[in-house]
Structures are given as structure tokens and as C-alpha cells.
DNA sequence: GTGAAAGCGCTAACAG
DNA sequence: CTGTTAGCGCTTTCAC
């Protein structure tokens, strides 16, 4: 491994020299910029992060502390917040809690002074102990609002009422939802703007689980929903609902004929041609993103802390919702 | 951040003895050893990595490079391998490559004295490339097997061919087989399996593909699927299965009764209530697991490589097997 | 068994 | 604009 001395040596220059030519490029003069660069690129330097990070206090590292890594909809966050942090040369380091709140401090308690900020996604701590982590380091959430901590949502509760209440105008009378993660904030989020909905609309909203957001878990849901005579159900995940159709699909339970369905993610069915089923089109690499960006941002110490957003979900309603069978 | 000075004037005892107890405790007096962890204790005191890494040279980082984090197989090895890792307090560092050479090689090259080692997931670089980066630093490969670095892979291969031979028995002629990531090392070993028992058995293998192991992938193959005549179909992983499935079930074509399918990975169907679906149980975890630990014992430099390692598939025929329909 | 001192590779004042 | 100097927080000889 070539260090610092290394080039300073080949382009005849001292090693500060080279270290500003590599951080500051403005602050040396063009000539010998070029030099060092050449001998840089020549000799493969590649600067030591421990070493910089011994010296500058920012280590080089964003910690992504994630529940689950089997749901796709992480997948897309992380692979956002990789693509943006890779631009400023910063690494991602991985966590994953089983959506466990003892994981999730341990993670913050562990990596904290090791890494320059910590994304949460779907966090599960308090309130209290999320506010508490961003005194430590910076701190972003992802698919949770936390009042004092810069938060990255999609509205997907919006987007769910907007099939919602679709599902109204067709005629629907019981409408299930499938629900996520047991303790998820968004997850109640949805089903109090579905209730809100219902209540509107003077619909029955069914409520299933909640359950870990898996493809098991969907199909084993499938029974109950069916026996509870809802003609259309929202699941909390794509996974979900890709259970829900397959044990649909070996009832010979026809959707949207017998059952409308939708999705609050379209994580699994996105590139589907013909988007045969309906979900929310959630911008997952786009809050990885901005998640990364925001913590970057903070940690450059550039004065008051990012402001958080929701993004906005669409919605395309398709062939898989439909108007209710015709009442038994 | 309370530093080893900090812990050392709270034990009242020197910097060094402080480290001693942290890292080689039996070189150290009992009664010290206690006092001191009592004072570390008391302050919160971890090791700043980045000091650590200057002086020892190791980072306490692993890099898992990935293709893909939307695929579960994935998910399943990362968790495995953060398991192993923050049992001996090393991190894991994530690189998305989409399957691309160029950004494997990035990674290799980028990361190189980053890191303590390099886990690839299913790499796509050539085997010179491969080997060529085990000079530089300790390098696993998973779901691939190299010549001269430690592979870890799950034999696949193996149990799709019980499979296939249970189809032949069952008296299906026509099989396909829905391959997966073009350039794929694991698919193409799969593909050859399944040539050489067609041959033997006197059965018409049909290939489709390849394409990325997607649920949408596998939704746009069906079609030509159904339309070649195959009685069965056997995917490169359980998403492709599933979306294979949904259009299945779209149809009408039910399962088995007008089609037996299995998947190469039960990654999908895991915990599914019944195991309706024939899939092969692939160790993702474990492999994970092992990959961490190999490089560990690699970066320890106790001596020789870890052994390479196939674990065994388990396979479970199901109810998604049958005798083919009746010829047309 | 413990302390003192040197140094890992880099950055950041501070001079010049 | 560039070189010199002093550490960042640990680990590791080397004495004692």
C-alpha cells in the first residue's frame, strides 16, 4: 500500500503537499497538482480512512441499521444511500436488528464514534431514545416520523386511502388490511387513516395481524380473510400479498372477480409488465438517498439539521381491483 | 468518547495496562483486570477502531460485495455473516454491484486495505481477477466456486437433479428450466446438471432464459413457458418461482395438476405452513456464517486458507410435483 | 505485572 | 503556495 510519503517522494513535494493536492486541490498550485496526481495515480494511493479518521474525527462510515434484509423494500434503501455516499467516498456498514429495539440500541451504542451518522430504518426504539441517540451523532430515520429527528417517509398511508376509498366508490362494503410488523409506526399510521376512511365512508374496515411482513406470513393470513367475507384486502408489503395471491391462486379464489387486492409497496411487482396488480409506487432508493445525503450533511457540520420530507407515493389503479362479487 | 487515558487515570493505572486488559486480559493481574474493566465499564469506553486499525493494521471491517439486495438469498448470507462478525466485533462494509464486473472490480480495488477481507456474493469477474485479489487481501467467494480461494457454496445443482429425476419418474418428457443471472457461475453449473440427467434419462430439457431472478422476470417468462408444452418447470430461484405462480394463477393453470414447478432456493417459501411448494433449502445463512469466519481465520494469519466447503441441499418433494397431464 | 516511549498514516495549524 | 511540526487514540516493544 503506497502512503502519503510514498508520493510525496515520486513527485518531489512534501507529504502535507500531497494531502492537500488530495482534499483541497485549490489550495496548490496547478502545476503541482498535476504532478502529484500523476504520481498518485501511478503508485495507486489510495488514503488510509483510519488514518484520516484518527486525524479529522469523521470517520468515513454511515451505519444503516436495518430491520430485516429479506424485505426488498431495505434493499432499495440501502442500495440509494450506497450510490449516494459512494460519490463522497464514504462507506456504508450494515446492522441488521430482527426489528428487535435491543438490537437497534445496541447498534447505536456500539458504532457510535465509529461511524459519522446512523440511518434507522423503521426504527422500533421510543421516541425518547431515538431523540437521545441524535445528541450522540447524527441521526436520520427512514419510513418513521420521530419529532426532532430529520425523517424520510413515502406516503403510503395517503396512497392506501386513495385505494381506499376507490374501493368505496366500487361498491366494496368490507375492505381487509393485512398489517405489518407488529410495533411498526407506520404501520398504524395506515391503519388509522383507513379507519379514518372507513368511518368516512361507512365501510367496514377488517383488520388482519399484525404479522412480520414476509411471504409465509401472507399466505397463512389468506384463510381468515377469506372466511371474514371481505371481497377486497390492502396488505401492509408486497410479500404480503404475493402470500395472500398464492394461496388465492390454489383456492382457485379468482382476483379481482372474487377478491380486489392491493399493496402498500409495489417493491415485488415493479418492472411487471401490464402492472396487473395494484400498489403504491414507493421511492425507496430515492429515500436511501436522500437519507445518506442528510446525514452527510450533517456530519459536514454545515449548521441546522436537514429537514425531513415525505415523499409522495402513486398510485395506479389497475385490473386488480374490481367491484365486489355479487353479495351471498 | 472516554478514551484508554480517561479509563486508565480512573483505575489509576497506565494507558498501556488499560489496553493490555482490553485485548490480552491474562497478561494482566486479576485484581488490575477487574478494576480496570470496572472503570471502563463505568465510562462507556470502546476502542476507537480507527486508532486501533493504525497501529495493528487490521480494521475490524469485511466487505461483503453483493450483486443484488432485492434477492433474499443475499439477505440470508449478510445476516449470517453479521452474526459471525459481531460476535469478535467486526463490521460489515456493503457493496451493491448489480452484478456488474466492473463494479466488483471498483469494490476490490476501492476497499483494498479498508478492509480485513472480502466476502463475494455470486462474483461475476473472471477467475485471473478473482485470484489475482486474493494476493491482496483474504477473499471468500460464495455461490461460486474458484480455483485456489475459498469458496463456499450450496449444492443446488445436486438437488435440482432429484428432482429432475423424480419429474422423469413421474413420467414428465418435457422439463424446463428458467435460468437465472446471465454470466452466472452457479447457473450455469445447475444448467449442466440438468443437461446431463435429460441425456441420461432420454427427457427434452427445455432452457428459458437467462434473466435476472426477479418476480417480474419470472411473471414475462411464463408465457413462452406455457406455450413450449413443458409439464413442469424448474426456476433458478424462488422469486422467479413466484412470479411464474402469480401468472400461473392468472391463467388458470393450476399447480400441479397442469404444471409441477420447483426453485432452486426456498428463500421465498421458507416457513411456508404445509410446504406447498418443492424448493431446495439452501443453508444462506450458514454460508454466510462460514464466509465471515473463514476470512477472520484468514486476517487472524493463522497459518493455511480455510478449506472450501459444498454444503448439502435439503429437498422435500411436495404437493407442487405431480405426474404431468394427460398428452394432449 | 506494569509503565514509558515510540509510532501507525494522515491532517491541520503555523511559519515562511 | 509549500514545508515543518505536532498530534489523533491506540498497541507494542522495551525496561523495570
Do not use: K
Not at 445518506?292 to 425531513?308: F, H, K, V
Amino acid at each position: 500500500m503506497a502512503g502519503l510519503e510514498d508520493v510525496a517522494r515520486a513527485a518531489g513535494v512534501s507529504a502535507s503537499t500531497v494531502s492537500r493536492a488530495m482534499s483541497r486541490p485549490d489550495m496548490v498550485a496547478p502545476a503541482t497538482l498535476e504532478r502529484v496526481r500523476a504520481a498518485a495515480a501511478e503508485l495507486g494511493f489510495r488514503a488510509n480512512p483510519a488514518a484520516r479518521a484518527l486525524t479529522t474525527g469523521r470517520t468515513g462510515y454511515l451505519a444503516m441499521v436495518v430491520p430485516d434484509l429479506h424485505n426488498p423494500f431495505y434493499g432499495g434503501v440501502i442500495s440509494g444511500a450506497q450510490r449516494a455516499a459512494e460519490r463522497r467516498d464514504v462507506r456504508l456498514v450494515i446492522t441488521v436488528t430482527d426489528g428487535r429495539p435491543e438490537r437497534e440500541a445496541a447498534a447505536l451504542r456500539d458504532l457510535a464514534g465509529q461511524v459519522d451518522g446512523f440511518a434507522l430504518l423503521s426504527p422500533v426504539s421510543t421516541t425518547a431514545d431515538l431523540t437521545a441517540a441524535r445528541r450522540r451523532a447524527p441521526v436520520v430515520v427512514v419510513n418513521r416520523r420521530v419529532p426532532g429527528v430529520t425523517s424520510f417517509t413515502a406516503d403510503t398511508p395517503g396512497g392506501l386511502a386513495r385505494i381506499f376509498d376507490r374501493l368505496g366508490e366500487l361498491g366494496h362494503t368490507d375492505v381487509g388490511y393485512l398489517a405489518g410488523p407488529p410495533g411498526s409506526w407506520m404501520d398504524r399510521r395506515r391503519r388509522a387513516e383507513l379507519r379514518d376512511r372507513a368511518g368516512r365512508h361507512g365501510l367496514r374496515l377488517r383488520e388482519f395481524g399484525p404479522v412480520r411482513p414476509a411471504f409465509a406470513e401472507g399466505a397463512a393470513a389468506a384463510d381468515e380473510i377469506v372466511a371474514s367475507g371481505c371481497g377486497a384486502v390492502l396488505a401492509y408489503n408486497s410479500l404480503l400479498l404475493l402470500g395472500l395471491l398464492f394461496e388465492f391462486g390454489r383456492w382457485g379464489i379468482r382476483v379481482p372477480t372474487d377478491m380486489s387486492v392491493a399493496a402498500a409497496d409495489d417493491m415485488a411487482f415493479a418492472d411487471l409488465p401490464g402492472q396487473p396488480v395494484t400498489a403504491l409506487r414507493v421511492p425507496a432508493v430515492e429515500l436511501g438517498r436522500r437519507a445518506a445525503d442528510a446525514l452527510l450533511a450533517m456530519a459536514g457540520g454545515t449548521g441546522r439539521r436537514p429537514a425531513s420530507r415525505t415523499l409522495p407515493t402513486e398510485v395506479t389503479l389497475t385490473g386488480s381491483v374490481a367491484a365486489p362479487p355479487a353479495r351471498r
